[in-house]
């Protein structure tokens, strides 16, 4: 059988999906995004936990937070530095990040990630 | 015994522990994170096409199809089209079938020789139903990782991702967290899946007797990918954002080295860059070998068809009228029989 063609095409095809994201980027780069910290949380400068660990853990913290607070009524959060912080999301985190838009969801949508806090906690709690 | 997997094992471990040092001790990220996915990138791309050339150049003179199935011929016998296929239309629904159901290992079956003289025939299913599911489990991984390498991410990954994480599974004790933002379905089947295929390996003895260091090889390197990448995901979690900074970066040939990465997200990269390097070379060329498989891949319509070999050399051909011709005289003189006489002799015998 000759099927140098039908081969070649198949070939192709192939590479065609396998180099796709070069394609499909076309030599855009995508940085990571910055995100936009508000004068409260420039003023307060450090975040519950180190800045590198909240990049990573951030979402085990929230789960860590809600299991504490809705199973065993403890709403206390001592850091590492013995400092006290309510187990809030609305009222602790949100207070300094009020601005959703471009603190949570930049990331969230760069990394596709669709976290389902929001389908209860409301953005802005108070509606600044 | 059969000790080959060691060999896979160990060099499996020497290549963990070449990413994991050369991160977390001598600091090479540009060399893990840059230079090593660019050269497994650019192997897979020249090897693989070389190999699936080569098979492109290779002899298939003759319809060498397997039938599982009654060719198609006199009307009134029963042909089935798909199994024995005479038309185009029926390789593509055999080919389609092989290619996303895996047919013919489905086709797998164990002889057994009872308590009496009579050998029955079982259907062996669990080598399929576990390829099914290592191949479709990898292949959604696979669609899920290009949010990292897509920006914006197209919408079939946010769908595979959102399917693929549906069921949720949330666990939360002091010492293990595991759940947010999502636990993929396809990286929990896709470790199952290949922990049983090589615990098929070395399990059963007659597979273990035929297994080679070539079988296991993949499959701890796999094992080792999904592992890692199970161990980042779940539990000792990694900035996203930075990883997908680094995939950009390296598909939209802008390299750069985010800071914070660990020795786990390089050991899973590099594990993967090996797999990719070390694909051309290796049995996982069945990903483009099945589509040239010639037993699946052609019609059988030997009977209906005569299928004279596209290169036939032309013979120089001698016929027997032409010897005659050659030699009538001489052959009549010594009284041999000749097919036509010659018109003198004829002749005479006409007389």
Known sequence: MNDKNKIIAGLIVFLALFTFPVWYNLGKAAPAPEVILTEKAKEAKVCVMPTEYMRANHMQLLDHWRHEVVRNAKRVFVNADGKEYTMSLSNTCLDCHSNKADFCDKCHDYASVSPYCYECHIDNPKGE | MNLKYVYSFLAVLVLFLVAYVGVEGLGLDWLFGIIVPYLAVIVFVVFGTKRILGWGRSAVPFRIPTTAGQQKSLPWIQSSPIDNPSSKLGVWVRMALEVLTFRSLFRNSRIKLGSGPKISYHLEIFLWLGALAFHYAFLVAIIRHLRFFAEPVPFFVQLVQSVDSFFRFEIHYDPIQVGLPGVALSSIV??????????????????????????????????????????????????????????????????????????????????????????????????????????????????????????????????????????????????????????????????
């Open chain 2, 190 to 351: 896709l470790l199952l899946a290949v922990t049983f295929l090589l615990l098929r390996r070395l399990l059963d003895t007659k597979v273990r007797y035929i297994s080679l260091a070539a079988d296991y090889f993949p499959l701890f390197l796999i094992l080792g990918i999904a592992f890692t990448g199970i161990l980042m995901a779940y539990f000792t979690k990694v900035n996203v954002a930075a990883v997908k900074e680094l995939a950009t970066g390296l598909v939209t040939f802008q390299p750069t080295i985010p800071e914070g990465l660990g020795g786990v997200f390089y050991v899973h990269l590099f594990f993967v860059s090996v797999l990719l390097a070390y694909f051309p070379f290796s049995k996982l060329m069945h990903l483009g070998g099945i589509f040239m498989s010639p037993t699946r891949n052609l019609t059988t319509n030997t009977r209906a068809a005569r299928h004279v070999n596209p290169w036939n050399y032309p013979v120089k051909i001698h016929t027997y009228e032409a010897y005659e011709d050659d030699f009538r005289e001489k052959m009549v003189e010594a009284g041999l029989p000749v097919e036509k006489m010659p018109a003198a002799t004829a002749a005479e015998e006409k007389e």
